[in-house]
């Protein structure tokens, strides 16, 4: 069983940025290397929204449109986390951010194939 934890959310006025980071537990230290790993977003009463994702090393990343050139994912397999850097927030980023594995060398881009959520964490953004 895979457990995620995420940490980091708060309140920041637009243009400013926020660190996010999801720390992951599992039986074996060593389970992480076989997922990838990715974030997610849920404004009220919109579906979840995909964020940003690495490939089980960190070779292939991808992002969301309306994230391009302000958000950051990094991962470190050693210490079995992944972040997410915030830049230049807006307001219509806010959200409850949530991460999530799939057992797989790449990722996908629909919230509805990743095995493993984390409890989310809310970032809320003000004008």
């Known amino acids: 069983q895979v457990q995620l934890a995420e940490s980091g959310g708060g309140l920041v006025q637009a243009g400013g940025s926020l660190r996010l980071s999801c720390a992951g537990s599992?039986?074996?230290?060593?389970?992480?290397?076989?997922?990838?790993l990715g974030w997610f977003r849920q404004a009220p009463g919109k579906e979840r929204e995909f964020v940003a994702a690495?490939?089980?090393?960190?070779?292939?990343?991808s992002y969301g449109e309306g994230v391009k050139g302000r958000f950051t994912i990094s991962r470190d397999n050693s210490k079995n986390t992944i972040d997410l850097q915030m830049n230049n927030l807006k307001p219509e980023d806010t959200a409850v951010y949530y991460c999530?594995?799939?057992?797989?060398?790449?990722?996908?881009?629909?919230?509805?194939?990743?095995?493993?959520w984390g409890q989310g964490t809310q970032v809320t953004v003000s004008s």
């Open positions: 690495s490939s089980w090393n960190g070779g292939s990343l």
């Open positions: 599992a039986a074996s230290p060593r389970t992480f290397v076989s997922y990838s």
């Open positions: 999530a594995a799939v057992k797989a060398a790449s990722y996908y881009k629909s919230w509805s194939s990743w095995d493993f």
